[in-house]
């Protein structure tokens, strides 16, 4: 079992720029494929971006490709999304996964964090 932790959420100007972390523990995050997910209010939850085991591929949603990168630090059981140009409709929780695949689907990731909460303003 592991369990993650994000933190790196907050209010932040449209353009502006968060770096968003989530942190593992229980069992090493090397293992997993991971993964971010978001939710607006009111919205289905969505994918945003997946990293590989080792860091060497990665899959972004096209709602934030060239603006957001995914990155991980197995040593340090974390992983991260920089996120650049923010725009109002980035606004939601954010959602570290971990699962054995790279997929889209919510369904199919197997461990999930609480959610920080992401608002990007006018």
């Known amino acids: 079992q592991v369990q993650l932790v994000e933190s790196g959420g907050g209010l932040v100007q449209a353009g502006g720029s968060l770096r968003l972390a989530c942190a593992a523990s229980g069992r090493t995050v090397s293992i997993y494929t991971m993964a971010w997910f978001r939710q607006a209010p009111g919205k289905e939850r969505e994918f945003v971006a997946a990293i590989s085991r080792s860091g060497s591929s990665t899959f972004y949603a096209d709602s934030v490709k060239g603006r957001f990168t995914i990155s991980r630090d197995n040593a340090k059981n974390t992983v991260y999304l920089q996120m650049n140009s923010l725009k109002q409709g980035d606004t939601a929780g954010y959602y570290c996964?971990?699962?054995?695949?790279?997929?889209?689907?919510?369904?199919?990731?197997?461990?999930w964090g609480q959610g920080t909460r992401v608002t990007v303003s006018s």
């Open positions: 996964a971990a699962g054995e695949s790279m997929s889209t689907s919510p369904g199919l990731w197997y461990h």
